[in-house]
């Protein structure tokens, strides 16, 4: 099994906090192990037993009784018999109505108890949920596999070009990384999609046109990288018969965001220092999905490198946002810790100088100093007046640049 210590080593400092740890990623990301690996190093390195860890996966069938918030409640009541610590861990806890209250009251009730939480929607995120608990929480974003962590679980050669490949086209799902036929893996993936819409966007958001969703995640996927622009989806839908209001579609997007399936990222003005919420690109949480949900022969080649620099980035905190120039664009804005990193990603320059002039003249016109890096695949370091470029799975395998 792959430790995720990327994730333990955020969430371990927590453990006996009495803030809500709540785990948000998109189904079938991994956050169930992490929780059982944070029930191992209780057991393991803290000692703590079987009857202080309380767990229910409300995608269980033995736990259908407790999808009512008060017999939740009730429940959990019943498990504390005394004054050590106890360990609650709710998985899927979206699918419990209220769920918000039962957490806020045993927080707020019982003051030996150290609540984990895991969903997979942003109803997690919402505002509501905010206010219940009082910005009494901490939130850990879960991702799919890094290339790295993709890496060590298959043991494959991570320098290997079939092995990078296989990443970008199938994602980072650690249970498609069990099939080994394309066959396989796409029942797989679509499984996980059908299941994500079902649960996610049907049933909670109620959607009920799933034929328009799919057009519109498939334009979305296929346009991953440029300037959103909604008139140009609607002229879009109309050529598939689809009359749809600018509400409407925005509301679809928003399903898409909630859902965990696509992530928007803002433009950002380098010489106005403000965010633009205008314009925005969108990019996909996994890979693997995005390969099943779009049409696009090209789509390898030309887009999949920048989704995933961007999910990298994401992998490692730093806000991301499209850097906005006088004269054109950054491909990213990196922010972490007070510090700003620019970055261009492109497929292969291969020497081509006119092509090594386009991806380093965007990041020399910028009058700062703040680091500046090229990304791509060539293989021989191309850096240059001051800007540095990096092979992208070298990029991938490091833990820092």
């Not at 996909?284 to 949900?293: E, N, R, V, W, Y």
Request: charged share 30%.
């Amino acid at each position: 099994m792959l430790i995720r210590e990327n994730y333990l080593s955020k969430i371990r400092g927590f453990y006996n906090s009495d803030l809500v740890k709540i785990l948000v990623g998109i189904r079938r990301c991994g956050k169930s192990v992490i929780l059982n690996q944070i029930i191992d190093e209780l057991k393991e390195k803290n000692n703590i037993d079987e009857e202080h860890i309380i767990f229910i996966n409300f995608e269980f069938i033995e736990f259908e009784d407790l999808l009512n918030y008060k017999e939740l409640n009730k429940y959990v009541k019943s498990k504390i018999k005394d004054n050590k610590m106890y360990y609650l861990f709710l998985d899927e806890v979206q699918n419990v109505e209220d769920f918000e209250k039962v957490v806020n009251s045993l927080r707020a009730s019982i003051k030996n108890i150290s609540i984990f939480l895991t969903g997979s929607n942003s109803k997690l995120l919402s505002d509501e949920l905010s206010t219940v608990l009082s910005g009494r929480y901490v939130l850990f974003n879960i991702n799919p596999l890094s290339y790295k962590e993709y890496v060590l679980l298959t043991q494959k050669d991570g320098y290997n070009l079939e092995t990078f490949w296989d990443y970008a086209k199938w994602g980072g799902l650690p249970n498609r990384c069990e099939f080994s036929s394309e066959t396989d893996i796409k029942n797989y993936l679509h499984s996980v999609y059908d299941s994500i819409i079902l649960r996610d966007v049907v049933r909670r958001l109620k959607l009920k046109d799933t034929y328009l969703f799919d057009i519109i995640l498939q334009y979305l996927l296929e346009t991953s990288g440029r300037e959103f622009s909604a008139e140009n989806l609607i002229k879009y839908l109309s050529h598939e018969n689809k009359k749809i209001s600018n509400e409407t579609l925005y509301n679809y997007i928003n399903a898409l965001c909630k859902a965990l399936i696509m992530k928007r990222v803002y433009r950002y003005d380098i010489a106005g220092k403000n965010i633009l919420k205008t314009l925005n690109k969108y990019y996909a949480t996994d890979l693997g999905i995005a390969q099943i949900k779009n049409n696009n022969p090209e789509f390898k080649s030309y887009i999949v490198l920048e989704n995933i620099v961007y999910n990298e980035l994401i992998n490692r905190d730093y806000e991301v946002y499209i850097g906005k120039t006088k004269s054109g664009e950054i491909d990213f804005i990196a922010k972490k810790d007070g510090t700003i990193k620019y970055i261009q990603v492109t497929y292969e320059m291969n020497g081509n100088e006119n092509a090594i002039k386009r991806e380093f003249e965007a990041l020399e016109k910028l009058e700062d100093n703040y680091p500046k890096y090229v990304i791509s695949l060539d293989k021989i370091d191309l850096s240059r007046n001051g800007i540095v470029h990096l092979n992208l799975i070298d990029f991938l395998l490091k833990d820092s640049f």
